[in-house]
């Protein structure tokens, strides 16, 4: 399961405006400057003359000269493992940018083979003591958000995509002085991240995209995670 090259130079670029944005914004336009003809024409007779693989140089420059603003690629959310009983195919892949600020996850799918569940049927095998199903809302059959409360101070939402081949999803965890981490939920990868009190967990189950906010405590959270469980219908032909 790999990255295509266009998908990579398309990150890459997106890395390259966004520094330019963030540079711009906090010291004003970058000044440029004439080079000379006979340094133009050098150095048009070093690019002709470089290795082939210059743009896979290229890409490696430009998340180093991106101080601020790196990329990192992650080869699949499903961790893929080979036993002699099973095996786990990885169903979903995730770029990631990050900032000072904050985390961009960008998700799709790595596979033709998706399947339909039906949202409205998950079970929740696991909820905290005090709180209760508030409230279900279905914007399609492919999303659902459903929120649970205990008091107007305690709460945390669920939220449920599913992504097939012309599909993706697009989220933004604020990182700034969090605790990130990765861990995994049912032999999945899964991304954890804490802050002043709020818990984010994001998962995957087959192309289903899985994300967890609110004021519920880490342990609490994995617990919701492993025990939430969607109910897969037909293959999507």
Known sequence: ????????????????REWEEELDSKYGSMPEHKFSRRFERKMRRIIRDADRTAEQKRFIGITKKAAAVLLIVILGVAITTVSVDAYRESFMKYIARITRRSTDYDFSVTTDKYYYADLSKTVY??????FEKYEELHNSDMICQVEFRKDAENYYYLNFTVLTGDGAAGTSVDTEGSELSELMIN?????????????????SHRNVLCQLYGTVSKEDAVKIGENTKLVFLDEIK
């Open 187 to 203: 032999g999945e990868e899964a991304i954890m991240n804490l802050k002043d009190g709020y818990c984010t967990l994001i998962w």
């Open 125 to 130: 095998g696991y909820i905290p003591e005090g």
């Open 1 to 16: 399961m790999t990255f295509t090259e266009e998908e990579l130079r398309m990150a890459a670029r997106q890395v390259e």
